[in-house]
T-cell receptor, first 113, second 114 residues
């Protein structure tokens, strides 16, 4: 089955720096979403970008989507210690079918104080 | 705000036991999902339900069953727990017809089978 794949698997940066995570997928999609998971908790929806959009902003988050390369990136600007978490991309394949999302394996982000 | 709750945060069961994981959402969502999350494998869909008494297999349904007798409640059943079912189990829900397909997750149940 189709799967989003995040890159890198782990990322450690200093507080205040920007963090960039990438996601690749394999087939046509309806939309791509990013979720955050704090340690041992459930996932929280961060932002969604539709297949006809190229860039979207929400607060300190910026998401880009390149459907020709089947890839997306999530940028977190001015990182904070509270941003330490795992970040997952999830895709909704186009063409109908089941309602489930397909999640990647995640990027574990550590913000060093 | 949508609230999705799961009956236990941590659960320890013995091999061969029948295990019930309960999930309840309070926003009248039609669609509900069960995932398991394992290191290096991400989230994998076990089962989902479009509505009451309706269920569909996900990517890894073997060894599991589900029950959806009421709209707000979606139960995951391990008929005979095995050690390879030790995992984090996440429940999610979404509103049918919502074009974003955004899912709302519960806090997870970490199940250990010994």
């Amino acid at each position: 089955s189709q799967q989003g794949e995040e890159d890198p698997q782990a990322l450690s940066i200093q507080e205040g720096e920007n963090a960039t995570m990438n996601c690749s997928y394999k087939t046509s999609i309806n939309n791509l979403q990013w979720y955050r998971q704090n340690s041992g908790r459930g996932l929280v929806h961060l932002i969604l970008i539709r297949s006809n959009e190229r860039e979207k902003h929400s607060g300190r988050l910026r998401v880009t989507l390149d459907t020709s390369k089947k890839s997306s990136s999530l940028l977190i600007t001015a990182s904070r210690a509270a941003d330490t978490a795992s970040y997952f991309c999830a895709v909704k394949p186009s063409g109908g079918g089941a309602d489930g999302l397909t999640f990647g394996k995640g990027t574990h982000l550590i913000i060093q104080p | 705000d949508v609230k999705v709750t799961q009956s236990s945060r941590y659960l320890v069961k013995r091999t061969g036991e029948k295990v019930f994981l309960e999930c309840v959402q309070d926003m009248d969502h039609e669609n509900m999902f069960w995932y398991r999350q394992d290191p290096g494998l991400g989230l994998r869909l076990i089962y989902f339900s479009y509505d009451v008494k309706m269920k569909e297999k996900g990517d890894i349904p073997e060894g599991y069953s589900v029950s959806r007798e009421k709209k707000e409640r979606f139960s995951l059943i391990l008929e005979s727990a095995s050690t390879n079912q030790t995992s984090m189990y996440l429940c999610a829900s979404r509103l049918s017809g919502q074009t974003s397909y955004e899912q709302y997750f519960g806090p997870g149940t970490r199940l250990t089978v010994t």
